[in-house]
């Protein structure tokens, strides 16, 4: 019988710290590009392997502007896995 009630208490105890709220996290803004815009890049941060595919995929770059804001943009590029 205890046992039982030892396995009631621990599974009753996993429910509430699942309820815990989590950390907020921020999630940032992923700005498109568009072909006519003017950027400010000051420096790139990271950005996204190319994929070995035969197409146009979308990559990300990260990177802060001349007034140390960081961004991140998404473009597109050709992918690397074209043979010809």
């Not at 208490?9 to 996290?25: I, K, N, R, Y």
Request: net charge negative; hydrophobic share 35%.
């Amino acid at each position: 019988m205890k046992a039982l009630y030892v396995l009631f208490l621990a599974g009753l105890c996993s429910v509430a710290s699942a309820d815990e709220p989590t950390a907020p996290t921020t999630q940032a803004t992923v700005e498109l590009y568009q072909y006519s815009q003017s950027l400010d890049i000051a420096r790139v941060i990271s950005s996204t392997e190319t994929p070995n595919v035969c197409g146009v995929v979308p990559v990300q770059m990260t990177y802060d502007d001349s007034k140390g804001i960081r961004h991140t943009m998404e473009y597109r590029v050709m992918g690397t896995g074209c043979t010809n």
